[in-house]
């Protein structure tokens, strides 16, 4: 469905995570897929909305999981803060499909630049927190690379 990109992965935002840098590149790959889609306006942009909402909600669910998975590991001394970002998106993400759903105002288009602009400012801020807390503990050799396998 993608026709141009309106985020684009940089290796700036990796975490030094092969995995999670991957599940971030999924994620920007469905934001550009979902905004593609919306800005085609109307039903089709509703349409669209709906089928890919609900695969992005269920991939956004188990990266999450992940995230916290290892920060937890890791005893990432932010996790709290962080996991409460996840929950904040995810229940906004819920609304923002419980207002579709029940016809109340509701702007695909504008949802799309919302998780665009949630996703950017969330890899390149709040993950890369935690990436260089991973790569820290790294290049003291206090980083035991199965912890990272979820």
């Given at each position: ?11 700036s935002?990796s975490?030094?995570v092969?995995?999670?840098?991957n ?9 550009n897929?979902l ?9 089709t942009?509703e349409?669209y ?9 269920k991939?956004?669910?188990?990266h ?6 290892i ?11 962080h ?21 109340k ?5 504008d ?9 950017l400012?969330?890899i ?8 260089v ?10 980083l ?7």
């Amino acid at each position: 469905m993608q026709t141009e990109s309106v985020v684009e992965w940089d290796d700036s935002y990796s975490v030094g995570v092969e995995l999670i840098d991957n599940q971030h590149r999924e994620l920007i790959k469905m934001t550009n897929d979902l905004f593609a889609g919306c800005q085609k306006g109307g039903t089709t942009a509703e349409m669209y909305f709906m089928k890919t909402i609900q695969g992005a909600v269920k991939y956004v669910k188990t990266h999450f999981s992940t995230e916290e998975i290892i920060m937890e590991r890791l005893k990432y001394p932010d996790f709290l803060v962080h996991k409460k970002e996840h929950e904040n998106f995810v229940a906004k993400v819920l609304k923002e499909v419980k207002d579709f759903e029940g016809a109340k105002n509701f702007v695909p288009l504008d949802f799309a630049r919302y998780l665009q602009d949630w996703v950017l400012t969330h890899i390149a801020l709040s993950d890369k927190k935690y990436g260089v807390f991973f790569n820290e503990l790294k290049s003291k050799g206090a980083l035991d690379e199965s912890m990272l396998v979820v």
